[in-house]
């Protein structure tokens, strides 16, 4: 098994050192060598540093206050605490992604059978566009953390981005200032179902 797959962390905890922006770019483009359904290649990447990521984070505060006012997702109250951990986060890597879908629809419209399967396969594509940055970070030294807390400040954040489509994730990425243990995994025999015909 390739070893950033066995050794990749989620980093929570980055150092206040510049990362040449050689590195990011070649984060980037290992997030856009990424396979994507009918190579449709669904994604936008913003590179948020210095003064830019300031103006994302006080997107992303924008969008909590309001969240607590106006939910847009009532149902996930309970877990806006943690969002503003990630925020945290956020604040401390040098370097936070955007990662937009432009063929995205809006998260409020209802959508038809067609129309779902085909964001399915957009947000299959996506994802693997950021495991893709997620590993070629890792093999380059350095740490990154996928988040999706952003969808606590989807409408201000997509207004800070500009443009249409949706917002898929954030991307948090900077040298590691931890070195976690390994998260708990299932057991494959928890997840796995071997049907052999018989
Ligand atoms: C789609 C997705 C969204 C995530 N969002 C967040 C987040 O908003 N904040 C956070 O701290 N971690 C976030 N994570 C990281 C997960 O908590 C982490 O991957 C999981 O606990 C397993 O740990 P590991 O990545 O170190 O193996 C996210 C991961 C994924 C794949």
Redo the contacts with the bound molecule.
Sequence with gaps: MLSAIQD???I?VFLEKPVPRALVEEVLLAGSLAPSSKNRQPWRFLVAEGRAKESLLEAMDRGLEREGRSPLLPGSAAYRS??E??RR?MAQAPVVILVINPLGQPLDRPLDPEERVYEICNAQSL?AA?ENMSLAAWDLGLGS??????YFAYRELMDWAGGSGELF??FALGYPGEA?P??PRKSLGKIVEWRDGN
Excluded at 145 to 150: A, E, G, K, S, V
């Design positions: 990749r962390r989620s929570r943690g969002a951990n990630t986060i994802g950021v953390l996928w988040i999706c807390d952003t994730a954030a976690p390994p998260r």
